[in-house]
């Protein structure tokens, strides 16, 4: 098993950032691949940004190209989200997410954590 535990999430102005972070217990982190996806009310979840367990392959979702900066401190047993240049269509719950593999995957996932809300004002 592994737990996953998001924190970050908060309110900030359109133009602002913020780091959401994934604490992760239970496996060798670096084993796994952390995902962050993303859900805003009435949408279905998206993928947002993966990382491979040795940081050596990254992908985006496109509307993070450019913004968002996944990244990961394995020795820390956890992942990070920096988020730029945010705007209000960046609001939703950001899940972050763990599968035991090497790639970066865009979905799969078998591991969730509980999401942390991140509210963009216009």
């Known amino acids: 098993q592994v737990q996953l535990v998001e924190s970050g999430g908060g309110l900030v102005q359109a133009g602002g950032s913020l780091r959401l972070s994934c604490a992760a217990s239970?496996?060798?982190?670096?084993?796994?691949?952390t995902g962050w996806f993303r859900q805003a009310p009435g949408k279905e979840r998206e993928f947002v940004a993966a990382?491979?367990?040795?940081?050596?392959?990254?992908k985006y979702a496109d509307f993070a190209k450019g913004r968002f900066t996944i990244s990961r401190d394995n020795a820390k047993n956890t992942g990070y989200l920096q988020m730029n240049s945010l705007k209000p269509e960046d609001t939703a719950v950001y899940y972050c997410?763990?599968?035991?593999?090497?790639?970066?995957?865009?979905?799969?996932?078998?591991?969730w954590g509980q999401g942390t809300q991140v509210t963009v004002a216009s």
């Open positions: 997410a763990s599968t035991y593999g090497t790639r970066a995957y865009t979905g799969g996932y078998r591991y």
């Open positions: 239970g496996r060798t982190f670096s084993n796994f691949a």
């Open positions: 990382i491979s367990g040795n940081g050596g392959e990254i």
